[in-house]
């Protein structure tokens, strides 16, 4: 039997929440909305939030709060997934690609001091995976430069720096509720701050620019968060540090083991003792160069074992990005960050939902641990 990679877990509470509103027939942003908003930023210990359609359009709206311009520069780690980069270019802005670190894939903090200029506006740390940057250096950093910091939280939820929860730290920050992460409204995202004046901004960026029937103040888009999305998230919401629980467990037990077998074609990823990791991915890396992750996704598949697998290439070597024709102080054609370029391609998650069993976990990493040897 397949073992999936991924299950959402959802039920009869998030149906009956869904019924409620079908019957009701009152399916735009209304109370429920508005409720999924209060109840999500004080789960992450925030003052306000603005719920949206998607995290991409959360991002977008986060750089747009901040007033952020055309040709104004933002570092991003250059291994993310594509959303951290295109909602840069959605605000006109210039994307400025950072090194990640090799142990834990996020942001390499001395590659983020040299990457700021004068330009520099903003840093998007993306906390990887469930796992956390080191954000109270980036933190720190950023106010001495004046530089706003928007956590690009959308493979973390839950997940705690310093035993503070990440996502409030910086100025602003984002998540998602895509349909494979932690807590899910089918697609959705979030938008949270101590600073009341940018979640209300992002509300009236995300209705069209409105804010009374006809009038409309800004350049908007339809970015909202409808009634069945915020229902379904209200529940997913009170499940939340149960879903974490199960993963957790099962991924410390599949890491612990692995690295008991001292495999020689992987590694697992390197977790700080300060962070509370709520393991998005149960991330290995391949370390063995003759090896390739569609190999491995062959091998496995072979076996009935389904892996996450993404960031194949840096995101500045993405078509998009090198053909974009903007004016940059990077040249994304040339451009190479060498652990980025060790990473890319190398990583995958191993399945470790809340329906699998201990004979599963087993079997995945005996699978695992002698696929080469």
Request: with cysteine; charged share 25%.
């Amino acid at each position: 039997m397949k073992i999936k990679v991924a299950i959402p877990y959802t039920g009869k509470e998030e149906y009956k929440s869904i019924k409620k509103i079908v019957f009701s027939g009152k399916f735009v942003s209304g109370k429920l909305v508005k409720k999924f908003e209060e109840n999500f930023s004080k789960y992450i210990g925030l003052k306000s939030a603005a719920a949206f359609n998607s995290g991409t359009a959360s991002l977008h709206a986060a750089m747009n709060s901040l007033n952020l311009k055309k040709n104004d520069e933002v570092i991003i780690p250059s291994i993310s997934f594509m959303s951290t980069a295109t909602a840069v270019l959605h605000q006109g802005c210039t994307p400025i690609f950072c090194d990640v670190n090799l142990d834990d894939y996020c942001l390499n903090i001395e590659d983020f001091k040299k990457k700021i200029t004068r330009n520099t506006k903003a840093v998007i740390p993306v906390h990887f995976a469930g796992n956390a940057c080191k954000i109270d250096e980036i933190v720190k950093i950023a106010k001495q430069k004046k530089i706003s910091v928007i956590e690009d939280c959308a493979q973390a939820h839950g997940t705690k720096y310093k035993n503070k929860k990440v996502g409030s730290f910086g100025d602003i920050s984002c998540f998602s509720f895509y349909a494979t992460k932690h807590m899910t409204t089918g697609e959705g995202g979030i938008l949270c701050s101590n600073k009341k004046k940018l979640t209300e901004k992002s509300k009236i960026f995300r209705n069209h620019g409105l804010v009374s029937r006809n009038d409309h103040v800004t350049l908007g888009y339809n970015y909202r968060m409808n009634e069945l999305a915020a229902a379904m998230g209200l529940e997913q919401l009170k499940k939340l540090d149960k879903f974490n629980s199960i993963r957790r467990k099962n991924s410390l037990y599949l890491l612990k083991e692995l690295e008991k077998r001292k495999s020689k074609w992987f590694e697992v990823q390197k977790i700080d003792k300060s962070i509370f990791h709520t393991y998005f991915w149960c991330p290995l890396r391949i370390i063995n160069s003759k090896i390739s992750i569609d190999d491995v996704i062959k091998k496995l598949k072979k076996k009935n074992i389904e892996i996450r697998t993404r960031y194949k290439f840096p995101l500045y070597k993405q078509r998009v990005i090198q053909n974009l024709k903007i004016k940059s102080s990077q040249n994304y054609k040339k451009l190479y960050l060498k652990n980025s370029e060790k990473i890319a391609g190398r990583i995958f998650g191993l399945p470790n939902h809340h329906k699998l069993n201990k004979n599963q976990l087993n079997y995945i990493i005996n699978t695992v641990a002698n696929l080469y040897d």
